[in-house]
Structure formats: C-alpha cells, structure tokens
C-alpha cells in the first residue's frame, strides 16, 4: 500500500513507519516540519497529488502535551480539532482512506468497568476535549475512515512512563494510585494498526489498548521486577498529593474487546515489558 505518514518521528509514528517499512509498504513518513496538521496548506498537497496516488494517511500527528494544553487551548484545538478536520476532508476529498488516533481522555473517568465504543464521552480537560473535536471531524468529513482510541502508550521511543520509570533505578517515587487504565505498548498498537488497514474491514471507532487494567503505581511495580539492581523505592501516592494543571480521568480503562474480535487480542504486558528489556539491554 502507498501510504502516508504524519506526526512520524512522535512515539507511535516512529513504531508505525518502522513497522510499515518492514511489511514492505511505500510509505511517506513525516515529521511535524514537513506536515503541519494545523496548516490547511499541508492537507491541501494531499487532494494536490503532492504525495502521489496514496491509499491511506495514518495520522500519528496530535498536540499532546495534556498540561500545557489548558494554558493554550488554541493550539490543542488548531491541531486535534481544526487540523484532523483539514485532513480527514482532504482524504475524503481524494478518495484516500484514513486511520486517526483518539484518546482515552474522552471519557470522564465515572466509570468502573472498562469503557466501550458504545459508552458516552464527557471530557473534561482541554486535551480530551480537542481529541474529540477530532474525531467528530473525522466522521463529519466522510472520509473512509478508522479512529482507534488508545490510552495510557508506552514504548521503546519518546517521552513515556516505561522510559522514565526504567531510567530512575536509583530514585525513591510516588507513584499515582488511584488513576487507572489500560497500558499500551506503543509497538503492539503499531502492530494492530497495520493489521487494520491490510484486513480492511468498514470504516468503524475501535479501542485499541492494552488487556490489563491497572494504576501507575502497579504498572511502575511492574516495570520494576525487571530491573533486578534496581534500588529505588516505588511508593503509592493520591493523585492529590501529585497535582497536575489538567484533570485526568481517575478511571479510564478501555475494553478493546471489538477490536480483538476482528484483529485477535493485544498481547500482554509482560510480552510488552519482555520485548522492551530485551532491547534496551
Ligand atoms: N501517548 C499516549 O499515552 C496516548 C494516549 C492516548 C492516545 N494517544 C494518541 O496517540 C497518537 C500518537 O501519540 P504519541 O503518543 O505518539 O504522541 P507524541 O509522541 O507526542 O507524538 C505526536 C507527534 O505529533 C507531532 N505534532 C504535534 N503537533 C503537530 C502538528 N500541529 N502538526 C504535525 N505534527 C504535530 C509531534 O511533533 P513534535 O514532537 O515536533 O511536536 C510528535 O511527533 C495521538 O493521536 C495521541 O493523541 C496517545
């Protein structure tokens, strides 16, 4: 398939493109300098043919800075709200297909049982806010498209929680526990994401996260027995006493159950945690 990247050096764009170039695609992948979401202009090369004859744009472009976004909402929205809309109008208007990425923070963490495509959305920051402008967006354009919701992504690259805990060996840290999600690993994702595009199934909203449902204090617990010289301590703490600019959801695991009936289940997170130590060393 010919397809076209955005946001292609973030976490998951980078695992997308690698991964994509492996199955042999034609892949374009570009980074923020080269596509800006939030430029008209850039969506406009698109129904230019700039970029040839392509079959699909995966869009792993997003403003994804949840703090910063409640200080300036305007550049959240010109991106995750204005910007899919650009893009998912230029896909319909190509005829190419689209597979966007959505969020977790769509809901507002009321529930206790993991949240389905079918449960209301409520955001109730900024950032979820702009992610669901979206993927309204997307469906309003009437692009042929996929929006896989995500949460709580994890991998090898980018600023993430498995970096961060693995490169605190040494440090003593509180750890939120009472948040809780479905951890992702960022190269299990890319791995359903390109499945989802070569099976081709209709254009439908999917979850796409992790099968266990836990807080980041179990999850840092974990990431830890697979550090055996680790010596820093790990303790539980409120999310009041870590407080942030923006609300998180306290509950927002995702049930990917929809999903894994069409593309077989996202693989555990001890298979996650084993591929990820295996490759930093
Ligand atoms: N990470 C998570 O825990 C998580 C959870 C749920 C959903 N998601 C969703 O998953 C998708 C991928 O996110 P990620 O985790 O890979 O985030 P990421 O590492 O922050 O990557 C996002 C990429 O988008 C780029 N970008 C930002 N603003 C842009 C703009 N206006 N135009 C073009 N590119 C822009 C960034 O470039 P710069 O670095 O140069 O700014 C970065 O390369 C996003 O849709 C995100 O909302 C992520």
Redesign the pocket.
């Known amino acids: 398939m010919k397809i076209l990247i955005?946001?292609?050096?973030?976490?998951?764009?980078t695992e997308i493109t690698s991964l994509a170039h492996h199955r042999h695609h034609e892949v374009t992948a570009l980074?923020?300098?080269e596509?800006?979401?939030?430029d008209p202009v850039c969506s406009g090369r698109i129904v230019a043919g700039e970029f040839g004859d392509l079959d699909i744009v995966i869009?792993?472009?997003?403003?994804?800075a949840v703090d910063k976004a409640e200080e300036e909402p305007d550049l959240a929205y010109?991106?995750?709200g204005l910007?899919v809309g650009y893009l998912a109008r230029a896909c319909a208007m190509s005829g190419v297909k689209l597979l966007?990425?959505?969020?977790?923070?769509v809901f507002d963490g009321d529930a206790t049982t993991p949240y389905t495509e079918d449960d209301p959305v409520c955001p109730i920051g900024v950032y979820g806010n702009s992610?669901l402008q979206g993927e309204e967006a997307v469906h309003d354009s009437g692009a042929q498209a996929w929006i896989l919701?995500?949460?709580?992504?994890?991998g090898p690259h980018?600023?993430?929680f498995l970096r961060t805990m693995a490169n605190r060996r040494d440090d003593d840290l509180g750890i939120v526990n009472d948040q809780t999600g479905t951890p992702?690993y960022?190269p299990f994702l890319a791995e359903k994401a390109l499945d989802l595009i070569e099976r081709n199934p209709p254009p439908d909203l999917f979850h796409a996260a992790g099968p266990e449902v836990m807080t980041w204090f179990e999850l840092a617990r974990q990431i830890q027995e697979r550090m055996p010289n680790a010596q820093g301590l790990r303790r539980p703490i409120t999310t009041a006493e870590y407080p942030t600019a923006a609300r998180r959801p306290v509950y927002s695991a995702l049930d990917s159950g929809k999903l894994s009936a069409c593309l077989g289940p996202m693989p555990p997170l001890s298979r996650a945690l084993d591929h990820y130590f295996a490759r930093s060393g």
């Not at 596509?35 to 939030?38: A, E, Y």
């Not at 966007?100 to 923070?105: A, I, L, Q, V």
């Open positions: 955005t946001g292609a050096t973030g976490m998951l764009g980074p923020r300098s596509f800006d979401l939030s869009n792993c472009a997003a403003y994804t010109a991106a995750n910007g966007h990425f959505s969020t977790d923070y992610k919701r995500t949460s709580w992504v994890i980018g600023k993430n992702t960022a």
